[in-house]
C-alpha cells in the first residue's frame, strides 16, 4: 500500500472514529442537562453525601459501634431501651450498642455491599454480555439462553435461592445473592447494546473499510455501548441495598450484629417497634433516601441520555 | 394466531427443562449435599446415609434428575423436613390464601395505577404529575417489609382499627368452599365472613400492590405521552372527533399495549414478593411458607416453591405474550 | 368572496423562559370554492404550521396565534373547541404526509373511516359501513369490502395514503388541506396519488390546499402558488406564470434546482447554497439575503414589502429579470 493511500485511510478512520465520538459529545450535553434539572441535583448531592458519610464513618463515630457498652446494656429491659443520654447521641439499641455510631457505620456496610453487589453484577454481566456483543453466533446464543433462564426468576426469589444455598449465611454470601439478580440484566444490556452500535452506520463504515474486528469492538462498539450500563448501574445500586435488606429481613443476612448494616438493623428491630421506634424508622429512613437518591440520579441519567427526548 | 401461540408454547419447554435442571442442581450445590444441610445440628453419619438412601440421593446423577422430574411432574415433591406432610399437600392449602391476596392487589395496583398514570401524563409538568411521579419513585425506595411493618404499626397498634395479621378473625365460624375468604362468604351468605376477609386483606394487599403499581403508573404515563405526539391521534383531532373517543378510542386503546405486558410480568412477579409481605401479615400462603422453609432449611419445600415461582413467572409471560398478539393485530400477522 | 381568507396569520412557538420562536410571519392568503392553492417552501418554512393553525391542529400549550382565518364568512380562530371538532372532518378536510403513522395502528381501517361519517354525518353502523366501502372504492383500493376489516399494517404504503384521503374526504369537505401528501410514498406512487387528489377535486366545489417542498407537485395540480420563506410568503403567482418566470430569487434558486427536460444540456443544476440556519431574523432585512445571489446593501437594512408586480405579488428588492427581458439581455 502507497503511504499516501495509508494516510488516506488513516484520515477516513478518524473521522470516522469522530463520529462514533458522538458519544462524547452526548455525555457532555447530558451533562448540561443534569445540571438543569433539580431532580438530578437532588439524588446526586444525596448520593454524594451518603458517599462521603460512608467513607468518613469511622472517623465521625463518637463511640465504638461494635462495643456493648455496659452503661447501656444495664438498662435494657423488655419494656424498655435507653434514649438519648449524655455520650450516646440516640441512646442504645436492642443490644447495647451506640444507636447513633451504628447508624453511620451501617452506611459504610451498606454502601460496601451495594457497591460489590453491582460492582460484581457489571463485571461478570458485561463479560457475558460484551462476548456475546462480540463474537455473536452460537456464543451469542449459548449466553443468551442462560441469562433469560436468570431473568425468568423473580429477582428476590433468584437471591433468595441463592443465598439459601449457603450453610452459614454472611456479607458475602448477601452480596454474591445480590449480585445474581443484576448479571442477567447486564448481559442483555451490555449485548443490546452492543447489537445496536454494531448496525450504526459508523461501525458498519469501520467494517467497511477493513479496520480489525478488535479495533472496531474497543474503540467503536464499547465505549459507545456503556452509557446505558452506567445508567442501569446507578439504579442497580438502589435495588441491591433493598434486596439485601429484604435478605437480612428473611434471615438470609449477615447475622453478626455487630457488623452493622442498615438493612440488618432494620430487619432486628422491627420487633422492638413498639418500645423504640426510631430503632427501625432511622435504619428504614436512611435506606429510603438512599435508594431515593441513586434511583433519581439514575432515572435523571437515563431521561437526560434519551436521544428521543433531546429535542 | 393458532400457529404463534403453539410456537410460543414450544419454545417455553427448553426454559422449562433448563429450569428445572438448575432447581434440581441448586438442592446438589448446598454444601455438604442436602442430608448434611437438611439435618444440621442432628447430624450423624448414621442419619445421613439414612436420609440419602431416603431421598435416593445414593443412586447415580442422572437417575436422581430423571425421577426428580418424573415426580416434579406429578406434583411429588418430598414430605417437608419441618412437619413431615406433602409438600404437594401445604402448597395446595397455601395457594388460595396466596391467589387471593395477590388478586386483590393487583386490582389495588391496576385500578388506581393506570388512571393516575394516565392523569399525571394529561396533565404534565403540573403538581399532580410531580406529585405522582415522586410518589411511585418513593414506591420502588421503600423496603416493602418495612412498609408493611409501619402500616401495621400505625393501623393496628397505633390506632388499633386494622387486624394485624391473618386472613380471617377467629371469632369467625365460617364455611369453607373453594379456600377463598371473601368468596365464601358470598357463597354462603356469610357476609360477615366476607367483610371480615376484606378488613383482613386491605393492609396486606396495598402494601404488596406499592411496588405493581409504582410500575403501572410509570409505564402508564410514559406511554400515553408517547402515544399523545403519535400521528394517529392528530388524525383523530383532524375528524373532529369528540375528545371522549379521541382519548378512548385511539389513545387509550394504544398506549395500554405496554401497560398490558408490565401487568402480566408484574402478576409474577407477585408470587416472589408474597415471601415479604406475608411474613409481615402472618399470612399463611405460599410467601409463608416460603419464608418459614427458610428459616428452618426445609430444602424440599423450598425447592418446590422455588421450581413454582419460576414455573409461574415462565407461565405468565407466555400468557402475555399471546395475549399481547390478540391485542395488537401487528403482532399477530408479523410472525 | 372566497372560501378561506387567511389574514395577517402569525403562529410563535415559546413556553414560559423560552426564546419565542415565529414558526409564522403575517401570512396572508385566500382559497375560492373549488380552486388550488400551493403553499411551497422549504422545510421549517411555516407551511405545515400554517395548515395545522386553520385546522385549529396547534397545541394550546406554548404557541400563540394571532391574525385571522375566516372559512366562508365565520372566523375560525376564535371557534371554541366544540364548534372547531364540529367542523373539522365535515368542512375541512386533512391530509397528512406519513400515512402509516397517520393511521390508528390497532383499529381497522374499516372504523376509521366509518367514525368521522358517523360523527358528521349521523349515519348509523350499516349505513357508514356501506358508505366506507364506496368511499375506498372512489379512492381506487380494489376489494373494499374486504379492507374494511384490515388494519393499516397490512396496507401498502399507497393504499394507506388513498385510505387517509378516503377518510378526509368522507363528509365531502368544502376545504381539503394536503401537506405533503406523497413525501413518505415511492416516486411511482406520488404521481398516482397527486392524480388521485386531481381528479377528486376537478369538477367538484372543493378547494385544496396542497403542502409541499416540491414544485413538480405543484406543478401539474395548483392554480395559484404562493411560494414561502422563513414564515412569509416570499412571491405569489399563477402558476405557468411561476413556472415560467420565477421572480424571485428563492423561487428562481428552487427552480433551478430541479433538473428540466427542456434546458441546455450544457446548463448545469444550481442549487441554494447554505441553509436556512443562515437566515437572519425578518426585523433586520430579508431573510432569505445571507443566501441570495442578488442581494443588495438595502436587503439588510430594511426588510422588504410584500408587493404587486405586474400580476404577481413579490417581495424582493432585486428579483430575478422577467424571462423576456434577460433572453434580450443574453
Known amino acids: 500500500m502507497t503511504p499516501k493511500l495509508l494516510q488516506r485511510r488513516r484520515e477516513r478512520i478518524d473521522e470516522l472514529a469522530d463520529a462514533g465520538d458522538a458519544g462524547v459529545s452526548l455525555a457532555k450535553d447530558a451533562l448540561r442537562r443534569m445540571r438543569a434539572n433539580p431532580v438530578a441535583i437532588t439524588g446526586a448531592i444525596i448520593v454524594a453525601l451518603f458517599v462521603v458519610l460512608a467513607i468518613l464513618a469511622p472517623f465521625l463515630a463518637p463511640k465504638d459501634p461494635r462495643t456493648q457498652y455496659a452503661e447501656l446494656k444495664n438498662q435494657l429491659t423488655p419494656e424498655s431501651i435507653p434514649g438519648p443520654m449524655p455520650g450516646f447521641l440516640l441512646g442504645s439499641d436492642q443490644y447495647g450498642y451506640d444507636l447513633f455510631s451504628r447508624l453511620l457505620v451501617g452506611a459504610q456496610q451498606t454502601l460496601i455491599v451495594g457497591v460489590l453487589a453491582t460492582l460484581i453484577g457489571v463485571a461478570v454481566g458485561c463479560t457475558l454480555g460484551g462476548l456475546a456483543g462480540a463474537f455473536g453466533g452460537w456464543v451469542d446464543t449459548a449466553l443468551m439462553r442462560f441469562t433469560d433462564i436468570l431473568l425468568s426468576f423473580p429477582s428476590i426469589l433468584l437471591a433468595i435461592s441463592v443465598a439459601a444455598l449457603f450453610a452459614e449465611t454472611n456479607q458475602w454470601t448477601v452480596i454474591i445473592a445480590v449480585s445474581m439478580v443484576a448479571i442477567p440484566v447486564f448481559a442483555r444490556l451490555l449485548r443490546g447494546a452492543m447489537l445496536a452500535q454494531r448496525h450504526s452506520d459508523h461501525v458498519l463504515a469501520a467494517t467497511a473499510l477493513g479496520v480489525r474486528r478488535r479495533t472496531v469492538v474497543f474503540r467503536h462498539i464499547l465505549p459507545n455501548a456503556l452509557t446505558p450500563v452506567i445508567v442501569q448501574a446507578t439504579l442497580t445500586l438502589a435495588t441491591s441495598i433493598i434486596d439485601a435488606a429484604a435478605l437480612s429481613f428473611l434471615g438470609l443476612g449477615d447475622p453478626d450484629p455487630s457488623r452493622a448494616e442498615w438493612g440488618l438493623m432494620l430487619a432486628e428491630s422491627q420487633q422492638f417497634i413498639e418500645v423504640k421506634p426510631e430503632l427501625a424508622f432511622l435504619p428504614a429512613a436512611a435506606i429510603i433516601i438512599v435508594a431515593l437518591g441513586f434511583t433519581l440520579l439514575g432515572e435523571s441519567l437515563r431521561e437526560a441520555l434519551d436521544p428521543k427526548k433531546r429535542r | 394466531m393458532l400457529r404463534f401461540i403453539v410456537r410460543r408454547l414450544l419454545q417455553a419447554i427448553p426454559t422449562l427443562i433448563v429450569l428445572s435442571i438448575l432447581i434440581f442442581a441448586w438442592l446438589r450445590a448446598l454444601p455438604g449435599g442436602p442430608a448434611t444441610a437438611m439435618l444440621g445440628d442432628r447430624w450423624t453419619p448414621e442419619r445421613e446415609a439414612q436420609l440419602n438412601a431416603a431421598l435416593g440421593l445414593d443412586q447415580p446423577i442422572w437417575v436422581q434428575y430423571w425421577k426428580f422430574l418424573g415426580r416434579a411432574i406429578t406434583g411429588d415433591f418430598g414430605n417437608s423436613t419441618v412437619t413431615g406432610l406433602p409438600v404437594i399437600e401445604e402448597i395446595g392449602r397455601g395457594f388460595t390464601a396466596t391467589v387471593e391476596l395477590s388478586f386483590f392487589a393487583m386490582v389495588v395496583a391496576i385500578g388506581l395505577g393506570i388512571p393516575l398514570g394516565y392523569l399525571a401524563a394529561r396533565y404534565r409538568g403540573r403538581l399532580l404529575d410531580n406529585l405522582t411521579v415522586v410518589s411511585t419513585l418513593i414506591g420502588v425506595a421503600v423496603p416493602v417489609f418495612f412498609l408493611g411493618f409501619l402500616a401495621k404499626w400505625v393501623f393496628s397498634s397505633q390506632l388499633g382499627i386494622l387486624p394485624p395479621s391473618g386472613r380471617q378473625d377467629v371469632e369467625i365460624n365460617s364455611t369453607s368452599v373453594t379456600g377463598f375468604v371473601t368468596l365464601d362468604g358470598l357463597l354462603t351468605r356469610e357476609f360477615d365472613a366476607t367483610i371480615d376477609g376484606l378488613v383482613h386483606l386491605l393492609m396486606p394487599a396495598l402494601v404488596l400492590a406499592t411496588i405493581p403499581m409504582a410500575v403501572i403508573v410509570r409505564i402508564t404515563r410514559a406511554s400515553v405521552l408517547d402515544v399523545l405526539d403519535e400521528d394517529f391521534v392528530r388524525t383523530a383531532e383532524s375528524k373532529g372527533l369528540g375528545t371522549a373517543t379521541i382519548r378512548r378510542r385511539h389513545v387509550l386503546r394504544n398506549a395500554l399495549l405496554p401497560v398490558s405486558t408490565t401487568i402480566g410480568l408484574q402478576t409474577g412477579l407477585l408470587l416472589a414478593g408474597a415471601v415479604l409481605t406475608e411474613k409481615v401479615f402472618v399470612w399463611g400462603g405460599l410467601g409463608s411458607l416460603l419464608a418459614e422453609a427458610i428459616e428452618l432449611k426445609d430444602y424440599p419445600r423450598l425447592q418446590a416453591l422455588i421450581l413454582l415461582a419460576a414455573v409461574v413467572y415462565v407461565v405468565v409471560n407466555l400468557l402475555v405474550d399471546i395475549s399481547y398478539a390478540i391485542i395488537d393485530p401487528r403482532v399477530r400477522v408479523g410472525r | ?330
Open chain 3, 1 to 330: 368572496m372566497a372560501l378561506l381568507e387567511v389574514r395577517d396569520l402569525s403562529v410563535v412557538f415559546g413556553r414560559k423562559r423560552q426564546k419565542p420562536f415565529t414558526a409564522v410571519d403575517g401570512v396572508s392568503f385566500s382559497v375560492a370554492a373549488g380552486q388550488t392553492v400551493g403553499l411551497v417552501g422549504e422545510s421549517g418554512c411555516g407551511k405545515s404550521v400554517t395548515s395545522l393553525a386553520i385546522m385549529g391542529l396547534l397545541p394550546k400549550r406554548g404557541v400563540r396565534v394571532s391574525g385571522s382565518v375566516t372559512f366562508d364568512g365565520t372566523e375560525l380562530l376564535t371557534l371554541s373547541d366544540k364548534q372547531l371538532r364540529d367542523r373539522r372532518g365535515r368542512d375541512l378536510g386533512m391530509v397528512f404526509q406519513d400515512p402509516l403513522t397517520s393511521l390508528n395502528p390497532v383499529i381497522p381501517i374499516g372504523l376509521q373511516v366509518t367514525e368521522v361519517l358517523r360523527r358528521h354525518r349521523g349515519l348509523d353502523h350499516k349505513k357508514a359501513q356501506a358508505e366506507a366501502t364506496e368511499l375506498l372504492n372512489k379512492v381506487g383500493i380494489p376489494d373494499p369490502n374486504r379492507r374494511l376489516s384490515e388494519y393499516p399494517h397490512q396496507l401498502s404504503g399507497g393504499m394507506r395514503q388513498r385510505a387517509l384521503i378516503a377518510i378526509a374526504l368522507a363528509c365531502q369537505p368544502r376545504l381539503l388541506i394536503a401537506d405533503e401528501p406523497t413525501t413518505a410514498l415511492d416516486v411511482t406512487i406520488q404521481a398516482q396519488i397527486l392524480n388521485l387528489l386531481k381528479e377528486l377535486v376537478a369538477g367538484t366545489d372543493t378547494a385544496l390546499i396542497m403542502i409541499t417542498h416540491d414544485l413538480g407537485v405543484v406543478a401539474g395540480l395548483c392554480d395559484e402558488v404562493n411560494v414561502l420563506y422563513a414564515g412569509r410568503v416570499v412571491e405569489r403567482a399563477a402558476r405557468h406564470e411561476l413556472f415560467a418566470d420565477p421572480r424571485h430569487p428563492y423561487t428562481h434558486g428552487l427552480l433551478g434546482s430541479i433538473p428540466r427536460l427542456d434546458s441546455a444540456r450544457s446548463a448545469k443544476l444550481a442549487p441554494i447554497t447554505g441553509s436556512v440556519a443562515d437566515n437572519i431574523p425578518w426585523a433586520d432585512g430579508c431573510a432569505f439575503a445571507p443566501r441570495c445571489p442578488n442581494a443588495l446593501q438595502g436587503c439588510v437594512e430594511q426588510p422588504p414589502e410584500l408587493e404587486t408586480q405586474d400580476t404577481r405579488l413579490l417581495r424582493c428588492y432585486n428579483p430575478v429579470l422577467p424571462a423576456t427581458t434577460a433572453a434580450k439581455e443574453g
